[in-house]
């Protein structure tokens, strides 16, 4: 199995600007995931991120909007850049182990 | 597109009665589907999964039913407890690109005694 810790757990923003979150993995993994769950709904897959890579972007999804590190085995993070209150929304980080992908408890954010 | 979706958004139970959250997929070429649990304020968390060459797997009061001919998953929790009250989602890896899995709408159990 896998232990994913996410940081910041939640946060509030200001419309414009940009967060970062950090997500780490408590063993090496090859694939790393974002999603995105807004209140109430499923998980959307945002990218992929491989380490060495760079990020695969489901549609929908881009660097710009979205960039993604991935600098080792088990590390990786999520931008959100120039925020709206539509991108108010959890972002999960989650993590393949052999067939078991694990969840990371989720970033909570709220766009003003 | 594909999809994988629920046909019950909320099911509520009683304490100690059996549970069956069911589950739609349209891809039939997918290879292998899975069962999340969704606390509140949480992520998903694997409760069990089932592989296409199979049609029923059992965990520890859980069962998973995959009925390839109607695509249809169904996932089934004996003795229902307050526990497990939790928003639950199938899952599903394509078989056209293994690396994403795709989820379900969800179904939100509530168990009342």
């Known amino acids: 199995s896998a232990v994913i810790s996410q940081k910041p757990s939640r946060d509030i923003c200001q419309r414009g600007t940009s967060l970062t979150i950090q997500c780490q993995v408590d063993?090496?993994?090859?694939?790393m995931f974002w999603y995105r769950q807004q209140p109430g709904q499923s998980l959307t897959l945002i990218a992929t991120?491989?380490?060495?890579?760079?990020?695969?972007?489901e549609s929908g999804f881009v660097i710009d909007k979205f960039p993604i590190s991935r600098p080792n085995l088990t590390f990786s993070t999520l931008t959100v850049s120039n925020m709206s209150p539509e991108d108010s929304s959890i972002y999960l980080c989650?993590?393949?182990?052999?067939?078991?992908?694990?969840f990371g408890p989720g970033t909570r954010l709220t766009v003003l | 597109g594909e999809s994988v979706g629920l046909h019950l958004p909320t099911l509520s139970v009683q304490e100690g009665d059996n549970s069956i959250i069911n589950c739609a997929y349209s891809?039939?070429?997918?290879?292998?589907f899975i069962w999340y649990k969704q606390e509140s304020g949480k992520g998903p968390q694997f409760i069990i999964d089932?592989?296409?060459?199979?049609d029923k797997r059992q965990g520890q009061r859980v069962t998973v039913l995959l009925n390839k001919t109607v695509k249809h998953l169904s996932l089934q929790i004996a003795a229902t407890q307050p526990g497990d009250s939790a928003v639950y989602f199938c899952a599903e890896i394509p078989s056209y690109n293994t690396d994403k899995l795709i989820f379900g709408t969800g179904t939100r159990l509530q168990v009342f005694p």
């Open positions: 991120a491989n380490q060495g890579s760079e990020a695969t972007y």
């Open positions: 063993s090496q993994v090859t694939m």
């Open positions: 989650s993590a393949r182990t052999g067939d078991e992908q694990f």
């Open positions: 891809n039939s070429a997918s290879d292998y």
């Open positions: 089932i592989r296409s060459n199979m």
